[in-house]
């Protein structure tokens, strides 16, 4: 199966939204909602930032939202700031024992 | 606190073995599918495994890339899990990371919790 395409970039500057997609097909994203976003700052570990879709773990601001259209799932940063410059990975059950990981996204504060 | 701690990095010739251990606490072990994740250098991240609790036979998934040669075992007793990479080459470096999934038993959906990450470099 082919990775879930994501922009390679995203930028807003500080107290703007940006939204980052990813896009997968109906054998995937479409058909799931196991849909989990994650963040990286450069030289640590991934962090879960959004699961199943569109829910936060506990520690997770709010300004972290997640939804889904279709074959597409989509990750909003509210109210950005500069701590949020990081990398974005987005992952999505496939069915049959298969998980499909996203290329990842850097996002850019200006 | 679920903390998971990997162990066991370094550098490896072409050809050679190696072990990662990912020691694990704050949680029963024993209920949680384990995986393994990894990112190249400037790469993005690859599922490499995971091993299925022993409710769902303690069985294995692996990618393609390293099927045949990577073995993920686990020993409930010590909460650990471990990931044996054989034959290695050159475009296995990476940092190996060790994820608690959440699963519906068979499959992985999702990685709630991370470990800090082990450096494997391939190389002669």
């Known amino acids: 199966q082919s990775a879930l395409t994501q922009p390679p970039s995203a930028s807003g500057s500080p107290g703007q939204s940006v939204t980052i997609s990813c896009t997968g097909t109906s054998s995937d994203v479409g058909s799931y909602n196991y849909v989990s976003w994650y963040q990286q700052h450069p030289g640590k570990a991934p962090k879960l930032t959004i699961y199943?879709?569109?829910k936060r773990p506990s520690g997770v601001p709010d300004r972290f939202s997640g939804s889904k259209s279709g074959n597409t799932a989509s990750l909003t940063v509210s109210g950005l700031q500069a701590e949020d410059e990081a990398d974005y990975y987005c992952i999505s059950y496939a069915g049959s024992n298969n998980i499909i990981f996203g290329g990842g996204t850097k996002l850019t504060v200006l | 606190e679920v903390q998971l701690v990997e162990s066991g990095g370094g550098l490896v010739q072409p050809g050679r073995s190696l072990r990662l251990s990912c020691t694990t606490s704050g949680f029963t072990f024993g209920d949680y599918a384990m995986n393994w994740v990894r990112q190249a250098p400037g790469k993005g991240l690859e599922w490499v495994g995971f091993i299925r609790t022993k409710a769902y036979g303690g069985t294995n998934e692996y990618a393609a890339s390293v099927k045949g040669r990577f073995t993920i075992s686990r020993d409930d007793s010590k909460s650990i899990a471990y990931l044996q990479m054989n034959s290695l080459k050159t475009e296995d470096t990476a940092v190996y990371y060790c994820t608690r999934a959440i699963s519906n038993g068979w499959s992985p959906l999702y990685f709630d919790y991370w470990g800090q990450g082990a450096l494997v470099t391939v190389s002669s």
């Open positions: 199943e879709v569109s």
